[in-house]
T-cell receptor, first 113, second 115 residues
Framework: DQQVKQNSPSLSVQEGRISILNCDYTNSMFDYFLWYKKYPAEGPTFLISISSIKDKNEDGRFTVFLNKSAKHLSLHIVPSQPGDSAVYFCAASAEEYGNKLVFGAGTILRVKS | DAGVTQSPTHLIKTRGQHVTLRCSPISGHKSVSWYQQVLGQGPQFIFQYYEKEERGRGNFPDRFSARQFPNYSSELNVNALLLGDSALYLC??????????????FGPGTRLTVL
């Protein structure tokens, strides 16, 4: 069962514009959500996270929004840069699951210059 | 400071063989988790080890086993390899075993190909 879903396999955005990556989850026990970025031949790199007690977290060009009632989160990148081109994974965890992260399938972001 | 290191980077095995993958966590990190990433999917949790004890296990068969050593490094063993075991195996380390603001740092992975 896919508890974390990223329904868009890929996204193409013009440099300077906003990139919006979406993620849905089904398990209401999840209380912490993360976004990871992955380049080819490298491991995932932590980007930004949000606790379920918040609805927004911002770090520079990256903002994550959480809508608990809809079980939906999104990552906004503004402005998008060519170096942002990578695979983006949404992940979720729950206190009772310890360190286990449940990942979505990923979205390939291409930023065109 | 060195990040999470994994060895080997690539490995080719044949069906029925066994394989051992190794991971060294970031210095000071006591928790190591293993994930399997099949092409086109996100990483899937296999194991978590903390202070040398198994603290969590994903939905993987008993052919998969792991252990953690006193220096907190870890090995993942897979017996009786199947074609479907071909994947990128990722190791992640963190300070402790709880969730929340306990960020996990991933290594570059070991690419296993089973022929």
């Amino acid at each position: 069962d896919q508890q974390v879903k990223q329904n868009s396999p890929s996204l193409s955005v013009q440099e300077g514009r906003i990139s919006i990556l979406n993620c849905d989850y089904t398990n209401s026990m999840f209380d912490y959500f993360l976004w990871y970025k992955k380049y080819p031949a490298e491991g995932p790199t932590f980007l930004i996270s949000i606790s379920s007690i918040k609805d927004k977290n911002e770090d520079g060009r990256f903002t994550v929004f959480l809508n608990k009632s809809a079980k939906h989160l999104s990552l906004h990148i503004v402005p998008s840069q060519p170096g942002d081109s990578a695979v983006y994974f949404c992940a979720a965890s729950a206190e009772e699951y310890g360190n286990k992260l449940v990942f979505g399938a990923g979205t390939i972001l291409r930023v065109k210059s | 400071d060195a990040g999470v290191t994994q060895s080997p980077t690539h490995l080719i095995k044949t069906r029925g063989q066994h394989v051992t993958l190794r991971c060294s966590p970031i210095s000071g990190h006591k928790s190591v988790s293993w994930y399997q990433q099949v092409l086109g999917q996100g990483p899937q949790f296999i194991f978590q080890y903390y202070e040398k004890e198994e603290r969590g296990r994903g939905n993987f068969p008993d052919r998969f086993s792991a252990r953690q050593f006193p220096n907190y490094s870890s090995e993942l063993n897979v017996n009786a390899l199947l074609l479907g075991d071909s994947a990128l195996y990722l190791c992640a380390s963190s300070l402790d075993r709880t969730s929340g603001y306990n960020e996990q740092f991933f290594g570059p992975g070991t690419r296993l190909t089973v022929l």
